[in-house]
């Protein structure tokens, strides 16, 4: 079917809808006005000069004699290109010009919407008869209605269409008009629907399929040309071109690969993480594009190769072929039916004549009857050789999709298992970064207790030697004052002088009373060695008591030392073992592995006593403790024994 009959389809509709008196006559005003909307819907020049020459009033009244379709054809159908106008538009404009005549308003309870309705009207253009007035035989009707239990996903019941044609005879000898179409197809009498939304999702997809010939429409991952990364894009396949959309919305176009007769479809190996790859190769690119599964990857090559036949035989649409095919199949039954209805009445004519006919005519009719039979036979045999084949061509292609699916869903399902193990990997590995930072972080905060306890032994240390030199130097001094003290006792009295003048004797006595004198007031003004001692060993004795408490401050820093040194210690085999890397194998094995190599190093990284020494330098820990003043405590602890002796003996 061209395009000139397509779109006289339309026309009738709506020149049928001016028609009110079904005469077959229409005022010339109406032609005007129906001519000049096609003239602007087709994207026509309007010749206002011709319609008025064509439309002039005569003698005879409002209506032409020469009739419409002269000027249809010479004006309008003889102009129209494809491609130059919008085909849904203009049955559009058909369609409401008609609906306001015929379809006024929908019936109640119907499925059907408004624009469910109008794309009917154009499914039953598709699939009319080319001859008018316009009906869908019974076949066509069958065909389409299976097409909307297909896209409903429900199994085909032929009881309802049957019930219908065995009551109404008309529609099953002559065919359905296009409003008795959508009143069957509304009540519900010619296919069991779920729902309205269920009906009018199903219309869309065999509306786009076979109104607008899209032979696929999905979404695909593309491999993009410039950044060469993969996009999810909505795919939708007709026979010259493949357009595909950011969504299934189809508003956002974002790119379109033209089809034709060089053009190659390739299937791909799974590389780069991506499965189910197939190839368009053009003159200029290659597409690259990853379908959902293996299924929808042999869907889309089979519906690729099919746009590329169609290309290569020069045919714009699946469906117009597929409609003559079962009409040609039609006309051939029908044949058929008529060549054995003729051999039926052959036969009662030879029963009624037979007495009139020779032998000779007798054996002609009945060679003739054989040949007509025989043609029968073979053309039956046929028809069931290639619905067989076909059958089998199914099955195999079946039985090819059920094996590819198969191994889709064991790749997947290895795939889902891989996944969980590598995502249960992760998480134990999450797990151990989180202790590893967890221990570093106790680490360092032992480390950091460590070199504050370090740091305050040393303080302590200094201070006890402070106090130890306080208390040599002090039992120095009080050594001094008992050689002193003893020095003076041990001094013998002053002896006199013997007889001289009495004169000389007065100035002795007097020069040793001065000197007396003098050292009673030095005396009055020193202390008394004695006194001076006893001070001496009251401070030593106060040396000693703070000496003896800053050991006892000593020991509890340094017994805090060994306890932060202790949780370093603990705090670094926990490192250790975390750093450890775990593998597979005997657990015993592991064990005498990780206490030969307790931090293996690897791959730059630093080993447990590496980062506490660096640790240590970072912050600026002391140099060792030193090891003399334990020696020096014991000989000042020494030396007290001899004090308190000396002391006890003056």
């Given at each position: 079917m061209d395009l000139k009959s397509e779109l006289l389809k339309s026309i009738w509709h709506a020149f049928t809808s001016l028609d009110v008196e079904k005469c077959g006559k229409v005022s010339k005003s109406q032609l005007k006005v129906l001519s000049h909307n096609l003239h602007t819907v087709l994207n026509l020049p309007h010749d206002p000069v011709a319609l008025e020459e064509h439309f002039r009033d005569d003698d005879d009244g409002p209506v032409s004699k020469q009739g419409y379709m002269p000027y249809l054809n010479t004006y309008i159908l003889d102009k129209v290109k494809e491609g130059t106008f919008d085909k849904e538009k203009f049955d559009d404009v058909c369609w409401m010009m008609t609906r306001k005549k015929n379809y006024l308003t929908l019936p109640q309870g119907s499925l059907?919407?408004?624009?469910?309705s109008f794309k009917l009207f154009c499914l039953f253009n598709l699939l009319s008869e080319d001859r008018y007035p316009l009906l869908m035989v019974a076949e066509e009707a069958e065909y389409l209605v299976k097409k909307f239990s297909v896209a409903m996903s429900q199994e085909w019941d032929s009881r309802p269409l049957e019930d219908l044609l065995s009551q109404d005879a008309s529609a099953r000898e002559e065919g359905l008009s296009v409003w008795r179409f959508l009143e069957h197809l509304g009540a519900g009498h010619m296919l069991r629907v779920p729902s309205g939304e269920a009906f009018s999702l199903a219309l869309n997809e065999v509306f786009l399929e076979m109104y607008h010939g899209v032979l696929k429409m999905g979404y695909m991952w593309k491999k993009g040309h410039m950044r060469r990364n993969w996009t999810e894009r909505w795919f939708v396949l007709k026979p010259s071109s493949m357009t595909y959309y950011v969504s299934e919305q189809l508003k956002d176009q974002r790119g379109a690969i033209q089809l034709d007769k060089t053009c190659v479809v390739e299937a791909l190996p799974d590389r780069d993480g991506k499965r189910c790859l197939l190839c368009v190769k053009t003159l200029n690119k290659s597409y690259e594009m990853s379908a959902s599964d293996q299924r929808h990857k042999v869907e889309w090559i089979q519906a690729l190769q099919t746009a590329l036949r169609l290309l290569g035989e020069g045919k714009s649409s699946l469906h117009k072929e597929l409609k003559l095919k079962r009409r040609v199949q039609r006309e051939r039954s029908q044949r058929g039916r008529n060549l054995s209805t003729c051999s039926n009445s052959s036969n009662l004519s030879q029963s009624d004549d037979?007495?009139?006919e020779t032998d000779e005519d007798r054996e002609?009719?009945?060679?003739?009857?054989?040949?007509i039979i025989q043609l029968a036979r073979e053309q039956e045999n046929r028809r069931r050789d290639a619905e067989e084949e076909e059958r089998s061509r199914q099955q195999e292609v079946q039985r090819e999709l059920e094996r590819q699916l198969k191994e889709a869903q064991m790749m997947r399902d290895s795939m889902q298992l891989e996944m969980e193990q590598k995502e249960q990997e992760a998480q134990q590995q999450r797990r151990r970064i989180e202790e590893l930072e967890e221990t570093q972080r106790r680490l360092e905060a032992a480390l950091q207790e460590e070199i504050q306890a370090d740091r305050e032994e040393e303080g302590a240390r200094e201070e006890l030697q402070r106090f130890?030199?306080?208390e040599e130097e002090?039992?120095?001094?009080?050594?001094?004052?008992?050689?002193?003290?003893?020095?003076q006792r041990a001094l013998p009295p002053a002896e006199e002088v013997p007889g001289g003048g009495g004169e000389d004797e007065e100035e002795v006595k007097e020069e040793e009373e001065r000197e007396e004198e003098e050292v009673v007031e030095e005396r009055e003004e020193e202390p008394s060695p004695s006194s001076a001692l006893d001070c001496a060993a009251q401070e030593l004795q106060d040396l000693r008591e703070s000496r003896q408490r800053s050991r006892k401050h000593l020991e509890e820093v340094q017994e805090k030392l060994r306890n932060a040194s202790q949780h370093v210690r603990h705090w670094n085999v926990q490192l250790n073992r975390l750093m450890t890397p775990i593998t597979p194998g005997d657990r015993t094995e592991h064990r005498k592995t990780t206490k030969q190599n307790m931090c293996p190093k690897k791959e730059g990284a630093l080993a447990s006593t590496e980062f506490i020494s660096k640790y240590k330098s970072r912050a600026g820990s002391p140099p060792p403790e030193p090891q003399g003043l334990d020696k020096h405590t014991d000989t000042v602890s020494k030396s007290e024994g001899s004090d308190d002796t000396a002391k006890g003996q003056s």
């Open positions: 059907l919407s408004e624009n469910d037979g007495y009139q002609r009719h009945n060679q003739q009857i054989d040949s130890l030199e306080a002090k039992s120095r001094q009080c050594q001094l004052l008992q050689e002193q003290q003893r020095a």
